[in-house]
């Protein structure tokens, strides 16, 4: 799987922007692979999604929450397995 990189840039008035970049690419040939191969867990533990570490960071700050708050709070990882703009990353596609 591809690895997130933190890229650091020089702003306007000396900020300094921080940057994510993560290939997202092999980890949605893996979900496609798996999709196709009916391969998502059992009926009592289903594998419902593979998020690249990029996306998590994203809706983190997007939520303006800790990563404790997403870990703690299901609601949060419910609410990204039931985007649809985030469809590509879910191996199961049940509601979840």
């Not at 000396?14 to 690419?25: F, H, N, R």
Request: with cysteine; glycine share 6%.
């Amino acid at each position: 799987m591809s690895e997130m990189q933190t890229k650091f840039h020089s702003g306007e008035d000396d900020a300094l922007i921080v940057e994510s970049v993560q290939d997202c690419t092999p980890i949605v040939e893996r979900v496609a692979e798996l999709v196709a191969t009916g391969d998502t867990g059992s009926k009592d533990m289903r594998h419902a999604a593979s998020f690249p570490n990029v996306i998590v960071e994203q809706y983190i700050n997007d939520a303006g929450i800790t990563f404790a708050e997403f870990v703690r709070n299901p609601v949060h990882a419910q609410r990204m397995l039931n985007d649809p703009a985030l469809r590509a990353f879910r191996v199961w596609p049940g509601r979840v």
